[in-house]
């Protein structure tokens, strides 16, 4: 790192929890603390939310993030241990991830783009369900797809909505990404598919009139969505810090084999 490899300067960024913002304290009071702009590393107190949210706020600047559990799940995050900080983030594993790009189409021919480092997901809107066809790359995969919609999940991200989907767990590397339905009526049986992380996968809504769909890209809503193309975007890269007795891929694949 630039100014001292031993000893990073640190910005601390927290959610509004008690234990989260209880750290920050802490961690002020313990080491001299900087701004975003001015740090080299950006520490983050929550849960994967919290970080998910530091990634799009600080993401112009580049900066690795080293995220210490203070939330509930905390499955990308390390362990918050406030001691020897500076020494853990100096000797920390990077982890590099690209996002998904997400560009919305609407009715009059509008869009909307917008950056998604854990998955899109195209859902109803509505009671009625979901009426849509998907291709890969360029291809009719599937003519009709009914249910409550698709998931498309990154490695980083397919613990999190995709796996409460029932979607793959994907290792970090293995250049995929996850297509997973959601509540699937037509057809039943589909568990979904694994794509190269090169693919472009476009939804399309088949009655926008009566079944009108959001597209999410992270935590960012889209509404009365006509279809969605997304493909991963490897101009855009975050660094993720981990501990090295505490990595991403190890915690990927440990989850593969939890009861």
Same mark, same amino acid.
């Given at each position: 790192?630039?100014?001292?490899?031993?000893?990073?300067?640190?910005?601390?960024?927290?959610?509004?929890?008690?234990?989260?913002?209880?750290?920050?304290?802490?961690?002020?009071?313990?080491?001299?603390?900087?701004?975003? !702009?001015?740090?080299?590393?950006?520490?983050?107190?929550?849960?994967?939310? =919290?970080?998910?949210?530091?990634?799009?706020?600080?993401?112009?600047?580049?900066?690795?993030?080293? !995220?210490?559990?203070?939330?509930?799940?905390?499955?990308?995050?390390?362990?918050?241990?406030?001691?020897?900080?500076?020494?853990?983030?100096?000797?920390?594993?990077?982890?590099?991830?690209?996002?998904?790009?997400?560009?919305?189409?609407?009715?009059?021919?509008?869009?909307?783009?917008?950056?998604?480092?854990?998955?899109?997901?195209?859902?109803?809107?509505?009671?009625?369900?979901?009426?849509?066809?998907?291709?890969?790359?360029?291809?009719?995969?599937?003519?009709?797809?009914?249910?409550?919609?698709?998931?498309?999940? @990154?490695?980083?991200?397919?613990?999190?909505?995709?796996?409460?989907?029932?979607?793959?767990?994907?290792?970090?590397?293995?250049? =995929? =990404?996850?297509? @997973?339905?959601?509540?699937?009526?037509?057809?039943?049986?589909?568990?979904?598919?694994?794509?190269?992380?090169?693919?472009?996968?476009?939804?399309?809504?088949?009655?926008?009139?009566?079944?009108?769909?959001?597209? @999410?890209?992270?935590?960012?809503?889209?509404?009365?969505?006509?279809?969605?193309?997304?493909?991963?975007?490897?101009?855009? @890269?975050?660094?993720?810090?981990?501990?090295?007795?505490?990595?991403?891929?190890?915690?990927?694949?440990?989850?593969?084999?939890?009861?």
């Amino acid at each position: 790192m630039s100014r001292n490899a031993s000893k990073p300067h640190i910005a601390c960024v927290a959610s509004s929890a008690v234990a989260a913002r209880t750290a920050q304290a802490d961690l002020a009071a313990r080491y001299d603390l900087v701004d975003p !702009g001015d740090c080299e590393v950006i520490v983050a107190l929550g849960g994967d939310g =919290l970080l998910l949210h530091t990634i799009h706020e600080h993401l112009q600047l580049g900066r690795p993030i080293f !995220g210490m559990n203070r939330g509930t799940v905390g499955f990308l995050m390390n362990q918050y241990r406030p001691d020897g900080l500076l020494e853990r983030v100096a000797a920390a594993t990077p982890i590099t991830i690209h996002p998904l790009r997400m560009a919305a189409a609407y009715a009059d021919g509008s869009l909307s783009h917008a950056l998604a480092f854990n998955e899109v997901a195209v859902t109803r809107l509505s009671a009625h369900s979901a009426n849509l066809r998907l291709s890969i790359d360029g291809v009719e995969r599937m003519p009709v797809f009914m249910g409550d919609g698709l998931i498309v999940a @990154t490695p980083a991200g397919s613990t999190a909505y995709n796996l409460s989907a029932h979607g793959p767990i994907i290792p970090l590397g293995s250049n =995929l =990404l996850a297509v @997973t339905p959601v509540s699937p009526f037509r057809p039943r049986r589909w568990k979904g598919a694994l794509v190269p992380h090169t693919a472009e996968i476009v939804v399309e809504n088949l009655d926008a009139d009566k079944r009108p769909l959001a597209a @999410t890209a992270d935590f960012h809503e889209l509404f009365h969505v006509v279809s969605v193309t997304i493909r991963e975007d490897p101009s855009t @890269t975050v660094q993720l810090l981990f501990d090295a007795d505490h990595s991403l891929e190890e915690r990927i694949i440990t989850e593969q084999f939890l009861s």
